[in-house]
């Protein structure tokens, strides 16, 4: 089975077989508590599952972009279990999950803080822009909008739908990406440097 996570907005865990059948999930959506959290879904979707780390047999992960210490979290975390499991571990960007939960055209936009959003486009579940990040007023919209970020900012999404990054849909992604000879990355999407990056004029 394939452990999957993504921390860059609700902290989501998914057990997906190697057949795509989602066999246990968990999230919560708590913006500050990655590090408390964590590891006690990651353990209830085994646990439901009837599993444990010896029956993963890959890890994928959500790269972003997102806030540095949310996306920090998933990330480490998912490292380490691939070297205590010695499994692979993938890295998928977080908004292709919002852009393959629907067909047709889909602008996925998440909150970047600032006053900003992350966003990405995507025709049929591939992702043609992005990611970037963006003033709401400045992403060219194509298609339907979905994504928490978007609700923010009603007035440069009006119609958004709601969502989070589904982390049994970065599954799908990353085998595809394998499959057309890629090697999914697991490399954060900041976009930009944190807040605190040095001391001026240094």
């Not at 047999?57 to 205590?84: D, K, Q, S, Y």
Request: charged fraction near 20%.
């Amino acid at each position: 089975m394939i452990l999957a996570l993504d921390t860059s907005s609700a902290i989501a865990v998914a057990l997906v077989s190697e057949t795509g059948e989602v066999l246990a999930r968990r999230s919560e959506f708590n913006p500050r508590g990655h590090s408390e959290l964590l590891s006690g879904l990651i353990q209830a979707a085994l646990d439901e599952a009837g599993a444990s780390g010896r029956d993963v047999e890959r890890i994928v992960v959500g790269t972003g972009p997102a806030p540095f210490t949310g996306l920090r979290v998933g990330l480490m975390t998912a490292r380490t279990l691939g070297h205590v499991w010695g499994v692979p571990v993938d890295g998928v960007c977080s908004l292709d999950a919002l852009g393959a939960s629907a067909a047709g055209e889909v602008t996925a936009v998440a909150d970047a803080r600032r006053k900003e959003v992350y966003w990405a486009a995507y025709r049929d579940g591939v992702r043609i822009a992005g990611p970037e990040v963006s003033a709401p007023g400045d992403v060219p919209v194509v298609g339907a909008v979905v994504g928490r970020g978007a609700l923010l900012y009603p007035d440069a999404f009006p119609g958004a739908h709601e969502g989070d990054p589904d982390p049994a849909l970065l599954v799908s992604v990353a085998a595809r990406l394998r499959a057309e000879g890629a090697e999914p990355s697991t490399e954060p999407l900041y976009l930009r440097r944190p807040d605190v990056h040095g001391v001026p004029g240094a």
